[in-house]
């Protein structure tokens, strides 16, 4: 099941960054935060994911609370492009199996 | 670098026929996993195969299986179909069974009619 609690919605301006929270209070603590975006049902693409520390690539950055119970995806020059589900998961440590929950659905405004 | 292929892109069956999908991993990947996404149930993980092996099973009934060839690509099978197995399979391969990112490819659109 999915451990993470995401808002359903949310909107975003365009050029502004955009701010996702994503709630994951039993978290173990050798578990991974992943996030994975989906587009129009394309198949969901891998943006970034963390342990403890905070993350950054091209695409993103992950901040995630000093207790781990909580993360922001953060990306920092929204673009229509940007519209999509947003998907918070707290990856096991056995497998390859993720739990999806319901996502975030991301508007991002003209 | 390719990415995850999968085939076919869409198909329609009737209920009761069986349908095969099949995906290649990325390049160097050894694990692929298999998902279901339904606008009612959302993304459910069905089986991941690594070495040939099936290493987890989600909660799906038994008309669902898979298997994983020897250069790593895979198919599912669903026999028996139901109108509720309508979805989008999504296949995702990484490069070992545990403790990596994997990564999807676009998916198989299954209409049962």
């Known amino acids: 099941d999915a451990k993470t609690t995401q808002p359903p919605s949310m909107d975003c301006a365009e050029g502004r960054a955009a701010n996702l929270p994503c709630n994951h209070s039993?978290?173990?603590?050798?578990?991974?935060v992943y996030w994975y975006r989906q587009i129009h049902s394309q198949g969901p693409q891998y943006i970034i994911h963390?342990?403890?520390n905070n993350e950054t690539n091209e695409m993103a950055s992950l901040i995630i609370t000093e207790d781990r119970k909580s993360s922001t995806l953060i990306l920092p020059h929204a673009t229509l492009r940007d519209t999509a589900v947003y998907y918070c998961?707290?990856?096991?440590?056995?497998?390859?199996?993720?739990?999806f929950g319901t996502g975030t659905s991301l508007t991002v405004i003209p | 670098k390719a990415g995850v292929t999968q085939t076919p892109r869409y198909l329609i069956k009737t209920r009761g026929q069986q349908v095969t999908l099949s995906c290649s991993p990325i390049?160097?990947?050894?694990?692929v996993s298999w998902y279901q996404q339904t606008p009612g149930q959302g993304l459910q993980f069905l089986f991941e195969?690594?070495?040939?092996?099936?290493?987890n099973k989600g909660n799906f009934p038994g008309r669902f299986s898979g298997r994983q060839f020897s250069n790593s690509r895979s198919e599912m099978n669903v026999s028996t179909l139901e109108l509720g197995d309508s979805a989008l399979y999504l296949c995702?391969?990484?490069?070992?069974?545990?403790?990596?990112?994997?990564?999807f490819g676009e998916g198989s659109w299954l209409t049962v009619v």
């Open positions: 995702a391969s990484s490069l070992v069974s545990s403790g990596n990112t994997i990564y």
């Open positions: 039993t978290i173990s603590g050798n578990e991974y």
């Open positions: 963390g342990l403890k």
């Open positions: 998961i707290v990856r096991e440590n056995t497998g390859n199996q993720f739990y």
């Open positions: 390049s160097g990947h050894r694990s």
């Open positions: 195969y690594f070495s040939e092996t099936q290493r």
